[in-house]
């Protein structure tokens, strides 16, 4: 059998939890997920500059937490032309285009200054 037994207040505790849950996250998110936008599009390889202008973002409520996504709608012949730049492709003459890694780099930024906003507000909540 196990015993806790537990003396004095969680005042402080209970207050620091209130303070965090004050903060608004998902304008938070929306800052971050434009920002990664902007990012993306200025990444992205220009051809036409369709792929580059087609980026968007959400901001979704899960069952934990918020979730920030960002998506490219320029589909061509069914695939999407973004991926077909990140991961290389085949080509109708049997050839072959190496990826080249451009979302990685530009949304590395946007990582870290999530990180480094969310972990001051734990810090100061």
């Not at 849950?21 to 369709?50: W, Y």
């Not at 202008?53 to 069952?63: D, F, G, I, Q």
């Amino acid at each position: 059998m196990i015993s806790l037994q537990s003396s004095g207040s969680f005042k402080k505790t209970e207050s620091y939890l209130s303070r965090l849950l004050k903060n608004d996250i998902k304008t938070q998110l929306q800052r971050f997920g434009q920002e990664g936008v902007t990012a993306l599009s200025q990444a992205t390889p220009k051809d036409s500059g369709k792929a580059a202008s087609s980026w968007s973002y959400s901001v979704e409520k899960t069952r934990t937490g918020y979730e920030l996504s960002w998506s490219n709608d320029n589909v061509e012949n069914g695939a999407r032309v973004v991926l077909l730049i990140q991961y290389g492709h085949g080509t109708n003459g049997g050839g072959y285009v190496a990826g080249r890694d451009f979302i990685n780099p530009a949304l590395k930024p946007i990582f870290d200054k999530i990180e480094r906003e969310v972990w001051k507000v734990v810090k100061t909540a």
